[in-house]
């Protein structure tokens, strides 16, 4: 306990004192009493003198008798610290103690001496008066000897005291600073007291004087002794006392220290008549040691000029180290190293030793590379054969991922496919399935406990004797299903195809296999060297390695069953079209018709298609549209039936000369009566508004303050209401070259004087976000609530366009249900956009503060509001595409407002969509085109208004609850949909999930949303049925698959969906059980069934084509 308490006194510096109170037992019954003993930092080759008093007590029944041996304990100031009660035994330890203190006290701190008196045999330094012709006797070496202490030091003592006008001079010799940059004189001396002589002393003083001078060069002359050439450092007293006849000498310690530039330094004692002895004189200056910490070397280094200045050395690493950052360490004025930044690590294939700071040469067998700290054995598969190893190289025939760490294992590469199977072929067509790879246990990965084997193998399929005319599909360069459809293939043709298997996770990307596809499979070595890639963004070099393969050569089935090739168009006008084609050159029977089909190429989907018979091998089209692309195909019967359809062929009518001309001069005389009916109409709604104005100017509400009369620096930027109301567009501010004037245009500036701020009620993007109060015309008087936002001091000019070019679009707007924008402050710091103020905040903290406590009209009164503005913003042609609970805002009479037009941005084309730059995009709002394609539309919007609607109806709740983002865009490309709140009704559900088709053309309008939450209002009995919510596990959160017509289960269950269960016993008969035989389905097929009606057909086709999207 001792020791740990004398070593933490340690860490304290410059004069820092320990206290420490504590009983130490020992096992002979006598007891240590440690009190109040205080260390303080003391330098190298000072002097230390420690007195202790032991006392040994014993105890018997009568008395306590105790023996005291006394060792007193001195600082260098010779002053007595403290007394120490110890057993006789344990002086050594104490001793020892003693040592260790001291030696850690100055650890940190190195004296590099220069001049010390006591080591000195003789001193001989230069005196002034000197000699016989001085009036005084001066400065006197003589020696000063202790036989107790073993002290035999050469001193200089001068009193004379006797004398008039003393001016005595004691010079060192010349010192060499060396490095050093500030300097430290310790003097050891004695005063005696000036009534030591009375009556004799004449001149007594009882201090001396210590200069300097700074010189470039050792001199063989005296140094100049003039007073004005030397500076001085201090006028020395007796800090310890003066001694006289009546106490004991007491030896005095004086340390000073001074700055130095020059190569060095005379030192210079002064005594103008005192009676002093110096007993001794150390110069010497400070170092921080030399120390090596963070693999970098530190040389020792002198202190700075000043004690506060900090010196900074630079590091060079030790052996078989690099620096990562520059190795810099701060020395500070009193020796000590401080502020460690940068430092060096060991070389790869050398291994770190933290405890000596060097780095050890990993041996054979082991390596070490960036990834790891230690030298570790090499992973599977793989070795070493030197020391000092980065890595450990593969064996023959395994290999280790580009990707991957270099403490890898390595890996062979994936075997070939398995059960390679020809499913289907036909004239045209075939359909290859296989399986993934086997496993083998050199492939399987185990870390962390789980293992990871090829769970995702990518395949390419190759087919050298296929035309480019042949379709693949899938059409990607590579893949991971199992399955693929060749189509356009050549009758009665030989093909050869090839799957090549590659393996992205199992760390054996550097190579890749291919297997033939055959019947029967063969374990022939073939050297490849074709290549592919993109496996993880890895190049695949087939070439590297051996491969095995296994082959398979099929043939399309022959053009006998009477295929028709070679359709094409001969000639076209604008209703008529001449089609031929060749006849087949083989047949297994007498064609006896052909079947000509056409339909617009916009309605192909569809299947409205008119056909034709003809037994010879042309066909004449009439009564087609004017400018429309047809598509054509034609088939042949024979007695065993009609053949397949060629082909499409695709032909455009043309449009006549007359009819244009027409349609132009209609054009004309519509477009004159429209021009003169809205000139008559514009003439009325103007005199209208102006009438309507001028009547109800006092009943306008508080917001519509811009119509009255404004000072000129209130109303200088007045934006003019707009006299059509909704018909007038949008206007991105980002298309003006000034912001400034976007500003001027759409926004309004307020003098700054008419706001007052009266609290922060929260941060934006920008700076806070304020409520306060706006003074209205026409004598302002009277004042409104208003939000203020304000722009942070010292923001960029990007950050004051972005502030306000929120404004600019805010400032466009005017509709109860859109927030609405006051005006702004720009003429004066800080910028503000004033908004009128909603007082319950967000819908979503506000839901979530009232948790079930309002009615189902009530919610829908909310969400009619938010549609009712994204209706208006719709119309202007503005996407907002943040559409979130959060940025809906509510007063205080539950009226919910459009707010945050942060993201927003105009639609740019016809096509109804605007393509991003980059930037965040709130997933579990947006729409899925949005997110894969980066394209915003009105209808993305409406997906947003879905998920708002969720969250009203389940009080604020997160959509999607703690599910990643990558989570929630693979679940909604599955087709999985958020499931119905607690107790939602069933009509706002359905509601939902129209919002949420995943065709975009198929969700509603904001205008007919708003129609349909109007009839669920005004029919309340509609909201008494409620979708009961699915159990939903917390840690799963398992969501409801999509309520449509694209998710199969099974035959009835789909046909139940479409409301075509009537025909479940067609399916039934005809077999079809999956949804890849559904998804096959053609009107002949249907008609074949005996599903005669052409509308329930279109239905049932249109659906199986959605059906094959999802698949």
């Known amino acids: 306990m001792l020791c740990c308490a004398l070593i933490c006194g340690k860490l304290h510096t410059h004069i820092h004192t320990l206290f420490i109170h504590t009983y130490m037992l020992i096992a002979t019954g006598a007891y240590i009493h440690i009190y109040n003993i205080h260390i303080y930092e003391i330098y190298k080759m000072s002097a230390i003198h420690w007195t202790f008093r032991i006392f040994q007590t014993q105890n018997s029944n009568q008395n ?229 910490e963070n693999f970098a070397h530190f040389n020792e280094t002198p202190t700075g000029r000043e004690i506060t200045i900090i010196e900074k050395q630079n590091g060079t690493c030790v052996e078989n180290a690099e620096p990562y950052e520059a190795p810099t360490y701060l020395c500070k004025g009193d020796g000590k190293w401080t502020i460690l930044t940068g430092g060096c690590r060991c070389k790869v ?70 059960n390679l199977t020809l499913l289907f072929v036909d004239q045209t067509s075939a359909i290859i399935s296989w399986s993934a790879p086997t496993r083998d246990d050199n492939q399987l990965v185990t870390a962390n406990g789980l293992e990871k084997y090829r769970t995702e193998v990518v395949y390419k399929v190759r087919c050298s004797s296929c035309s480019s005319n042949v379709m693949f599909n899938p059409s990607t360069d590579t893949f991971n299903e199992t399955k693929i459809t060749l189509t356009n293939l050549e009758p009665a043709t030989t093909y050869t195809v090839q799957v090549h298997a590659a393996n992205s996770i199992s760390y054996v990307a550097d190579i890749g296999l291919y297997y033939n596809l055959t019947y029967s499979s063969s374990d022939n070595a073939l050297s490849n060297t074709s290549s592919f890639s993109n496996i993880n963004g890895h190049q695949l070099d087939l070439s ?76 004449l089209i009439y009564n087609l549209l004017e400018n429309t692309e047809y598509g054509f195909q034609v088939r042949c019967k024979t007695v065993n039936g009609f053949g397949a359809y060629s082909n499409m062929v695709y032909a455009q009518t043309h449009q006549s000369v007359g009819t244009v001309y027409e349609d132009s001069m209609q054009i004309r005389f519509i477009a004159g009566a429209i021009v003169t009916g809205v000139f008559f109409l514009v003439i009325f709604i103007v005199a209208t508004v102006y009438f309507m104005r001028s009547k109800h100017q006092d009943e306008l509400d508080k917001k519509s303050t811009n119509h009255l009369p404004l000072p000129m620096e209130y109303a200088s930027n007045e934006v003019t209401t707009p006299l059509f109301g909704n018909s007038r567009s949008y206007v991105d501010p980002h298309t003006y070259e000034d912001p400034n004037q976007a500003i001027r245009e759409f926004a309004r500036e307020i003098d700054a004087n008419y706001i007052t701020i009266e609290a922060i009620i929260g941060g934006g993007e920008f700076g806070d976000v304020c409520r306060g109060r706006l003074k209205i015309p026409p004598n302002f008087v009277q004042d409104i609530d208003v939000a203020i936002k304000t722009l942070k001091p010292g923001s960029s000019e990007k950050a004051r366009c972005d502030f306000l070019t929120e404004a600019s679009i805010m400032g466009q707007f005017d509709h109860p249900n859109v927030i609405y924008l006051q005006g702004v402050v ?73 707010a945050d037009f942060g993201l927003s941005r105009e639609i740019e084309n016809a096509s109804d969509a605007y393509t991003t730059r980059g930037g965040k995009i709130p997933v579990r709002w947006t729409a899925p085109e949005a997110i894969a394609f980066r394209k915003f539309t009105s209808a993305s919007d409406v997906w947003s208004y879905g998920v708002v ?16 983002n990558q989570d929630v865009i693979k679940s909604i490309e599955k087709g999985y949909r958020l499931p119905a709140p607690m107790d939602c009704p069933e009509a706002l559900y359905q509601l939902m999930l129209d919002c949420w088709q995943k065709q975009r053309t198929h969700r509603p309008t904001f205008a007919s949303i708003v129609s349909t939450l109007d009839n669920l209002a005004r029919q309340p009995q509609s909201l008494l049925t409620t979708r009961n919510s699915p159990e939903n596990d917390s840690s799963t959160h398992i969501l409801d698959a999509q309520r449509g017509h694209n998710i199969f289960i099974s035959t009835d269950l789909w046909l139940e969906n479409i409301k075509m269960s009537r025909y479940s016993q067609h399916f039934r008969e005809a077999n079809l059980v999956s949804a890849q035989q559904i998804s096959r389905l053609t009107a002949q097929l249907l008609s074949d069934m005996g599903i005669t009606l052409v509308g329930h057909q279109k239905k049932i086709l249109h659906q199986a084509r959605q059906l094959d999207t999802i698949i």
């Not at 070493?384 to 580009?402: D, E, F, Q």
């Not at 095995?548 to 099929?554: L, Q, W």
């Open 349 to 418: 294939g050398y291994e770190p030793n933290e405890v000596n700071n060097t780095c050890t040469e990993c041996p054979a067998g082991t390596f070490r590379s960036a990834e790891v700290r230690k030298c570790i054995s090499c992973p599977a598969n793989s070795n070493s054969s030197k020391t000092g190893s980065p890595m450990c190289n593969c064996l023959a025939g395994y290999y280790r991922h580009p990707a991957d760490g270099r403490h890898m294992p390595c890996y062979k590469p994936p075997n070939a496919p398995t």
């Open 949 to 964: 609607l969720w969250e009203v109806m389940s009080y604020g709740e997160r959509p999607y609850w703690n599910w990643s």
């Open 64 to 292: 306590r008798n105790s023996q005291a041996t006394e060792i007193s304990i001195r600082t260098k100031n010779n002053k007595l610290t403290s007394l120490i009660p110890f057993s006789n035994f344990s002086i050594v330890l104490l001793i020892w103690i003693i040592s260790v203190i001291y030696n850690l006290q100055i650890a940190n701190a190195d004296q590099v001496v220069l001049l010390d008196t006591t080591r000195e045999a003789t001193l001989e330094w230069t005196r002034y008066p000197y000699g016989p012709q001085a009036q005084t006797p001066g400065w006197v070496e003589e020696s000063f000897t202790d036989f107790v202490k073993g002290i035999n030091w050469r001193s200089y003592v001068v009193c004379d005291v006797a004398y008039h006008n003393v001016n005595n001079w004691l010079w060192s010799p010349f010192i060499d600073r060396g490095p050093a940059n500030r300097l430290y004189i310790e003097i050891q001396f004695t005063i005696r007291d000036c009534s030591l002589f009375p009556g004799n002393a004449l001149s007594c003083k009882e201090t001396f004087s210590l200069l300097f001078y700074e010189f470039d060069a050792a001199t063989r002359e005296p140094p100049p002794w003039q007073t004005d050439s030397y500076k001085l450092i201090a006028r020395i007293a007796a800090g310890e006392g003066r001694f006289n006849q009546n106490s004991d000498v007491d030896i005095n310690t004086e340390v000073k220290s001074i700055a130095v530039s020059k190569k060095g330094v005379y030192f210079a004692f002064r005594d103008q008549g005192a009676c002093i002895s110096v007993l001794a004189v150390k110069v010497y200056y400070i170092t921080c040691p030399a120390v090596t």
């Open 826 to 898: 720009t003429r004066s710091n800080p910028v503000m956009i004033i908004t009128e103020y909603m007082e319950n905040g967000s819908l979503d903290t506000f839901l979530r503060v009232n948790d079930g406590k309002f009615q189902t009209l009530q919610l829908i009164v909310m969400l009619r509001g938010i549609a009712s503005g994204m209706s208006y913003l719709s119309d202007m042609n503005y996407v907002h595409r943040d559409l979130a609970a959060r940025n809906v805002l509510v007063n205080a009479q539950l009226i919910c407002k459009i």
């Open 544 to 619: 590297e390695v051996e491969t095995k393969y296994a082959e398979i050569v099929f043939t399309t089935e022959s053009a006998m069953l009477s295929t028709v090739f070679n359709l094409r168009v001969v000639a076209i006008t604008n209703k008529e079209a001449s089609l031929v084609w060749d006849k087949p050159g083989q047949t297994d029977a007498p064609i006896e018709l052909y079947e000509v089909r056409w339909f617009p190429k916009s309605e192909m989907e569809t299947i409205n298609n008119t056909t034709l018979s003809t037994k010879e091998t042309k066909a």
